[in-house]
Structures are given as structure tokens and as C-alpha cells.
């Protein structure tokens, strides 16, 4: 287990922990989206996820925000593992590749589950990855917006993970659709309009932020 300087936090201070889960097809994106968001970098080599929980802690207007972010397995050999992600979700990201069928399909079933171990009012997101390959796509937006936004009545949008800023929009989306309270100031709002990053010379000093990451196998 890696992870940033640690922050120097009052125990007195409130703190805030939410819990976001990433789910989806083999090779849509999650893992790249979480990478994005969080390290500002793109995995470029293919792994297979079991199961990597990467938290940030955020201090906003004197409150510890703490995300976990869990990026879950592309198959289904980890069904309690899996079950046991769903419990804990606070929002749920349904994560498909706008350019393969069979990662939208699976997204029914996804949901299913999620319906039967928690019931319909979790949070859940379903998000459109790989926006850029919009040429290859097989399923049109307009289509997957409903089934998801009328049927679901889940929020939707899609994203681009390569892109910081399109990922960034996403995790907006994801806060809100969990009615977690995050405000920036005005100086972050500027430079990043979302969660704060920092320098690679910030990074070495103390400061109010810290990023880690485990696997669990």
C-alpha cells in the first residue's frame, strides 16, 4: 500500500467518508477513470482489476471530505466480493464503453443486482466511457440516456477518461447524484473547477490533501 504525506487533521474536526464504486465490463475504462481523477495519469498498459480501493481526502471549508473509490472486477468470478461493494456503495458508477455492446447489455444486469441486494433508491450513475470513439459507438446517446434517466431513473452522461476535464465533469455528477456537499474556493474553481490537485513539489510538503491506493486479492 502506497500513499501521499500524511495530513495533519483535529481529531476535533468533522469528518465526511463516502464510498463510490465503480462497476462495469472487462476493459471499459474504470480503471483509467479512477487514475485520471485522482493522479492525473492515464494508464496505458492493460491489467485485469480484482478488486483496488484508492482513497483522496479533500479539507473542505474545515470539514475532511474522504472519498473511496473501489474499482471492481471486469468478470464475474468475485460474485461475493462484488455483493459486499454494493452494501457498502454510497454512489454506485456503472461504467460501459460507448463502442461495445456486450459492456452496455451487461449494465442490466449489473443493475439488477444492485436492486435486489440494496433496492432501487441507491445512488447510481451510468456513464458512456471512450466519448472520443463516438464513430465506433453502438448505441446511440439519446437511446442510452433514456433507457437509464426513464427507465432507471439513474443519472447519466459520458466521458472521455483520457481527458482530465471530462472526468473531473463526471465526478461532479457522481457527487451530486450521492447529495454529497463539496464547495471550492474560488482560486480552485479557477485552476481545476473541481476537487483539488496539487504540485508534484506540493506534494512533498504538509499539506490538507492525501491520495492512497491498496489491492485486495
Not at 500524511?6 to 462497476?23: A, D, F, G, H, I
Not at 487514475?35 to 494508464?43: A, K, R, T
Not at 498498459?45 to 483522496?56: C, D
Amino acid at each position: 500500500m502506497s500513499e501521499a504525506p500524511r495530513v495533519q487533521v483535529e481529531s476535533s474536526e468533522p469528518r465526511r467518508k463516502y464510498q463510490v464504486t465503480l462497476m462495469g465490463d472487462a476493459r471499459v475504462g474504470k480503471s483509467t477513470i479512477v487514475s485520471q481523477f485522482l493522479y492525473d495519469e492515464i494508464i496505458t498498459n492493460y491489467k485485469p482489476t480484482v478488486e483496488e480501493l484508492h482513497r483522496g481526502e479533500y479539507e473542505i471549508e474545515g470539514e475532511t471530505l474522504i472519498l473511496d473509490l473501489l474499482d471492481t472486477s471486469g468478470t464475474h468470478q468475485f460474485p461475493a466480493m462484488r455483493e459486499l461493494a454494493i452494501r457498502q456503495s454510497d454512489v454506485i458508477l456503472l461504467v460501459w464503453s460507448i463502442d461495445n455492446a456486450a459492456s452496455w447489455e451487461l449494465l442490466a444486469l449489473l443493475r439488477e443486482e444492485i436492486v435486489r441486494v440494496r433496492g432501487p433508491e441507491v445512488p447510481v450513475v451510468v456513464v458512456g466511457n471512450k466519448s472520443d470513439l463516438e464513430s465506433r459507438r453502438v448505441v446511440s446517446k439519446s437511446l442510452a440516456q433514456a433507457r437509464v434517466e426513464l427507465d432507471w431513473c439513474h443519472g447519466y452522461t459520458e466521458t472521455c477518461a483520457l481527458q482530465s476535464d471530462s472526468v473531473l465533469a463526471l465526478f461532479k455528477k457522481v457527487l451530486h447524484q450521492g447529495q454529497i456537499r463539496y464547495k471550492l474556493s474560488p482560486a480552485v474553481e479557477r485552476r481545476r473547477k473541481s476537487l483539488p490537485t496539487y504540485t508534484q513539489k506540493q506534494k512533498q510538503d504538509k499539506f490538507f490533501f492525501k491520495r492512497h491506493s491498496c489491492n485486495v486479492s
